[in-house]
Each structure stands twice: as structure tokens, then as C-alpha cells.
């Protein structure tokens, strides 16, 4: 008989003969430093002896140990239970939820919100619960909004990354493509912040482009949220709440928990509410997830660790900057670019030696020729780690031929 089964011991080898095989490397906890251990496949990891500081994590804020958002979960670990126990549309919709899609909803300027399981779940259960004809899409978007375009049987044209231009021209070419009669429903989705680039995407151009042709835009603000005027996106510093329809993000960056977040108008909400997969299919957030949230999200709006953030930001990205190294993007990720894969791995890996963990990203992460190191501080960082992250940058650019 044929074996149709898969060849997983072929698939293995190609991934480590690209240098593209990954590997967990659990760590003692989620904070600017840890003790992590090697890889140990199915064993029970042992931590190294030496602390690392981290600068690779999306815990901008430094929240996830913060003793205010641990109370808060364990609050409502006693008191709600620790997991909702059922879809929100049978028994799981709890108070704890509500509380935090409020506090969402008032941050965001809309009128309501509605809390999903993952940020991955926000973007492909809004997406494909729209419907949309046509859909518009940055070429650097998540992996999550890319996934929720394919699930959808609407044409997906993508523009060139943070080029408003260049989606004014797709979307014209479209229209002179298209019926003149036709009532194709347009949508326009881009992240406001760019993970791997650090780039900001320019909203307000982006909404000039979609409202001259009646487009909608969707902002997934996963790598913004908590982190700008009064605790929210670039949707908030830029003032374009009554100009984007569908704004999104996570809870597990900035906001140091779990799962994702759709706000928008009373209508949206409720079609998600009935129409989203990903969230009518999916048991409700945690309590004490949506609780840890819904603090970190107070603490970020009414604390001092947004400004302490973005110290760290300036002192990360002058020093690297003086020392020669081409530091990306315009926010809190600051990607060095090296160029070459090898050199990357082996900047990385030097780091590591001088125990400061920020990966090499390479292709097909990125495009070929652009391997960068991906730093990325926190508000919990000290002027300290910021100056020993720097020296060991400067002493593992000159190991390896970088400086």
C-alpha cells in the first residue's frame, strides 16, 4: 500500500539546512531579564545559571509582573473562576468582560468593543465576517490579517508597505477596472505599527485614500495599543477616531495578558457578535486575562510607564545609532539592520555570549538582504540594561566584523 502520510524527517532537515528551524528556550519569567534554558525538545527544560536581560519581548510596558495586574487576575481567578467555562454567547460572557470592553471602548473612542480570544482570532473572525468584494491590504500586514483575507472569497490587492500612494493608484485601477454600476463593498486594512520594520503607518493619508473612494479602513493597532495619547494607538495620537471604522489589537503585548480586542460603532460590534466565528466557536477570555488587561490598561493610561518607554526608545536608538549601526522604523522596535543572514545569527548569537537575548530575523520573516536584529525595550528597563544592552552591541558588532 502507498504511503500518503507525510515525510516530517525531509521537512526537518530542509528547515535546518536553511537555518530556519526554531527551537523553545523556556524562560523562568516574563520580564526585562530571566534565566532561560537550551532547547530540550520534550524534556524538562534546566534554566541556565546566567540571567540574560531581554530585549526582544512585546512587553513594552513592562506590565506582566507588575504586582497590580497580578492582583487583579488573581482577584478574578477567586472570584469569577479561572477560565469562562463556554462560549460568551451561552455562559461565558461575564462581568469582568464587560468591564474591560468599557474600558476598551472609552480608550479607543468608539462606542463599543468586544474581546476575543487571541489577536489572531480579532483580525480573521472581523474579517471574514465583514465580507468584503475587495479587500486592500499593506504588503507587510500580519500573518493574521494575510489569513483572514485567503478565508474570505474577496479579491485581496495588496499595495506597497506604508505607500498611501500607492494604494490610491490600486484602488483607482479597481475602479476603472470594475462596473460603473457596481456596489462592491472596499475595505482597506493595514497595522498601524509594523513588528518587524517598526515602521508607523501613515493613517491620515490612508484615510484621505479609502474616503475618496468610500472605503472602509481597519487598523489593527497590535503593537500601539496602550502605548500613546492616554493609553491608546496611533488612532489616538493622530486624532482619527471618527475616520477609521474598525480599529483592533491584543492583549498580550502592551497590555501584558492574553487575547484581542475589536472596537467600532454599536452595529459592527453586534454583526461580530453574531457573525464572527473565531468568537461565536471559541470559549470567552479567561477572566483572569480580560481582569490583567483590563489593569494594565489603567495603569498604562494613568501611569508614568508609557514615558519611561519611550526613554528607553531615544537612549537605545542614539546610542546604536552613534555607534554606526542603521537603526529602522519610527517607534518603540528599533531593527538593526545588518544585511547579510550569517552575520545576523552570528550578531545575535554574540549577544547572547554577552547575555542580551534579541533574535536575528531573516528571510522569508523578511525580505533577502535586510537580516536585522530585532530590539526591542521595555519601560521596566533601567538606564543600566539600556547602557549594557548598548555595550554589548558594540563589543559583538566588533567580534563580528560588523563595527
Not at 532537515?13 to 520534550?42: I, M, N, Q
Not at 490587492?157 to 460603473?180: E, P
Not at 536575528?360 to 538582504?369: E, L, M
Request: charged share 25%; hydrophobic share 40%; glycine share 8%.
Amino acid at each position: 500500500m502507498d504511503n500518503r502520510g507525510f515525510d516530517l524527517e525531509d521537512r526537518l532537515e530542509a528547515l535546518e539546512d536553511a537555518t530556519l528551524k526554531r527551537s523553545l528556550t523556556p524562560v523562568d519569567r516574563v520580564a526585562e531579564r530571566g534565566y532561560f534554558a537550551p532547547p530540550s525538545g520534550s524534556e524538562l527544560p534546566v534554566l541556565d545559571s546566567t540571567e540574560a536581560l531581554v530585549f526582544a519581548s512585546n512587553n513594552y510596558l513592562g506590565l506582566t509582573d507588575d504586582q497590580r495586574v497580578e492582583n487583579a487576575a488573581r482577584q478574578a481567578a477567586a472570584t469569577v473562576g479561572t477560565g469562562a467555562g463556554a462560549s460568551r454567547l451561552v455562559t461565558g460572557d461575564t462581568m469582568v468582560h464587560r468591564d474591560l470592553e468599557r474600558l476598551l471602548a472609552e480608550t479607543k473612542g468608539t462606542e463599543r468593543a468586544l474581546a476575543f480570544s487571541s489577536g489572531y482570532a480579532a483580525n480573521i473572525g472581523t474579517i471574514t465576517a465583514l465580507e468584503p468584494d475587495v479587500i486592500f491590504s499593506d504588503e507587510y500586514n500580519h500573518a493574521s490579517i494575510i489569513d483572514g483575507c485567503r478565508l474570505t472569497d474577496a479579491e485581496t490587492i495588496v499595495y506597497d508597505h506604508c505607500d498611501a500612494g500607492s494604494l490610491r493608484s490600486k484602488m483607482q485601477r479597481r475602479l476603472d477596472a470594475a462596473d460603473a454600476d457596481t456596489d462592491e463593498s472596499w475595505l482597506v486594512v493595514t497595522d498601524s505599527v509594523f513588528s518587524m520594520d517598526g515602521t508607523v503607518a501613515p493613517l491620515a493619508e490612508i484615510c484621505d485614500a479609502a474616503e475618496a473612494f468610500g472605503a472602509w479602513v481597519m487598523v489593527d493597532e497590535a503593537h500601539a495599543t496602550g502605548l500613546y495619547v492616554d493609553g491608546g494607538g496611533v488612532v489616538q495620537a493622530e486624532g482619527l477616531e471618527d475616520r477609521v471604522q474598525i480599529q483592533l489589537g491584543t492583549l498580550s503585548k502592551a497590555l501584558a495578558s492574553q487575547g484581542g480586542y475589536v472596537a467600532g460603532s454599536e452595529e459592527l460590534i453586534e454583526c461580530l457578535v453574531n457573525d464572527a466565528r473565531s468568537f461565536v466557536f471559541s470559549t470567552g477570555l479567561a477572566p483572569p486575562a480580560a481582569a490583567a488587561a483590563s489593569e494594565a490598561l489603567h495603569v498604562a493610561r494613568h501611569g508614568d510607564a508609557r514615558e519611561r518607554l519611550w526613554e528607553n526608545v531615544s537612549h537605545l536608538r542614539d546610542g546604536l545609532e552613534s555607534m554606526g549601526f542603521t537603526v529602522l522604523g519610527d517607534s518603540q522596535i528599533l531593527p538593526v539592520l545588518v544585511g547579510d543572514r550569517e552575520d545576523a545569527l552570528a550578531l545575535a548569537s554574540a549577544l547572547e555570549d554577552r547575555d542580551v537575548v534579541a533574535p536575528a530575523i531573516r528571510p522569508p520573516t523578511v525580505p533577502d538582504g535586510t537580516s536585522r536584529i530585532r530590539v526591542a525595550p521595555m519601560a521596566t528597563h533601567d538606564e543600566e540594561d539600556v547602557v549594557a544592552c548598548l555595550e554589548a552591541f558594540r563589543e559583538a558588532g566588533a567580534e563580528v566584523g560588523l563595527l
